[in-house]
């Protein structure tokens, strides 16, 4: 599981959701759809770019939100 958690940097910090992926750049994205207690997550991540880390955009429920700074590489 920490290799998963790794590699698609998805992880819950206590109430938080924190998503900081570190993928091949050959992976045109990816989709996880996560249950934690009476949250249901459903989350898209696309990479066009064929990049391996770092967030553009995040948009929740349709609304973009403001980017997060930079974090470091993987």
């Known amino acids: 599981m920490a290799g998963l958690e790794s ?4 992880r819950l910090r206590g109430a938080a959701l924190v998503i900081d992926p570190c993928v091949p750049t050959s992976w045109p994205g990816f989709e996880i759809v996560f249950q934690y207690h009476s949250a249901h997550y459903e989350t898209a991540v696309e990479n066009p770019s064929g990049v391996s880390h770092g967030v553009t955009q995040i ?16």
């Not at 590699?7 to 998805?10: A, D, M, R, W």
């Not at 948009?59 to 993987?74: F, I, M, N, Y």
């Open 59 to 74: 948009v929740l429920d349709g609304e973009p939100l403001q980017t997060p700074p930079p974090r470091s590489s993987c």
């Open 7 to 10: 590699i698609l940097g998805f």
